[in-house]
């Protein structure tokens, strides 16, 4: 089943199903992108980190199960780390996709329940989570599972310029893009790959206080440009993005410890 994108314009009943509806949403589209990926993709990475696709997929798992289950209801879990060997994110060679899909759903339902039982407002048990420290609100928890460190903006060129949806989509937030890189990747019909709309986006980016990478990713001929299969057919496409991904990589953990030691305002 395909969960929707929850639209700022749809209704919800409360800030709680704003959350939880996001929540879903990103981990249905992440486990369609894995469940199309070949299992040699699973198991290798292609980034400057090292991470691969099912590291990601358990780590995610555990990332619930730490902030809410062990964090903020204070139950006893096991081993809340059971991501990680050492210091890096461990998938046997055993655990297949099926079983960390299995266990990702498995952890959502509990999540999406401790949700529904709690006031925002409510602050979690002390718990060695917190190594001593004031725990903090199920709404400070459920907006760092939101939390992104970088963001990756996909842009058409319409009359070479920013689509409207999309501008318009980035303007209904400010405060949640702050602090943070974007990278842009642009397409069109025509030969130059949107970079028009790239340049114009550059300016609205910075302003929104995420401002973009060096790097773009442009996809000229975009009704060309990918097999019925969705592979590119130009080669040089794949080392392309894993350059551009591992630059967008670079500024996001740059930012990230900057934003761990404060922001100017
Ligand atoms: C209103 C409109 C304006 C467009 N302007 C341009 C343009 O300036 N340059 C270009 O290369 N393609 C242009 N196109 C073609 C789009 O870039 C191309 O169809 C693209 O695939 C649209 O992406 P989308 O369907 O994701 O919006 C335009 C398309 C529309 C509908």
């Not at 358990?58 to 809340?80: A, I, Q, Y």
């Not at 409510?122 to 400070?140: C, D, N, Y």
């Not at 907006?143 to 903006?153: C, E, K």
Request: charged share 25%; net charge negative.
């Amino acid at each position: 089943m395909t969960v929707p994108f929850p639209e700022p314009t749809t209704p919800a009943s409360s800030r709680a199903e704003v959350f939880t509806r996001y929540l879903d949403y990103f981990r249905d589209r992440l486990a369609a992108k894995l469940r199309g990926l070949p299992e040699r993709e699973l198991r290798r990475s292609r980034l400057m980190s090292g991470w691969t696709p099912l590291e990601l997929l358990k780590h995610l798992t555990f990332v619930e199960l730490r902030w809410l289950e062990w964090g903020f209801e204070g139950r006893d879990v096991g081993d809340p780390w059971g991501d990680r060997r050492g210091d890096r994110w461990y998938v046997a060679p055993d655990e297949t996709l099926t079983e960390l899909l299995a266990a990702a759903r498995a952890q959502a339902a509990r999540s999406t329940a401790i949700i529904a039982a709690h006031g925002l407002d409510e602050v979690g048990q002390p718990s060695e989570r917190w190594a001593g420290a004031a725990p903090p609100t199920l709404e400070t928890i459920a907006g760092h599972l939101r939390a992104a460190d970088g963001f990756v903006v996909v842009s058409g060129e319409y009359n070479h310029s920013i689509p409207p949806a999309l501008s318009n989509l980035l303007d209904y937030f400010l405060e949640e893009w702050f602090w943070r890189p974007s990278a842009i990747v642009c397409y069109s019909g025509g030969p130059w790959g949107g970079v028009r709309a790239a340049m114009q986006l550059r300016a609205m980016l910075a302003e929104l206080g995420m401002p973009s990478i060096p790097s773009l990713l442009p996809v000229p001929k975009v009704q060309d440009a990918f097999d019925d299969a969705g592979v590119p057919r130009d080669p040089r496409t794949e080392s392309r993005a894993v350059r551009f991904f591992d630059e967008l990589e670079w500024y996001a953990r740059a930012l990230a410890s900057g934003r761990a030691g404060g922001t100017p305002y």
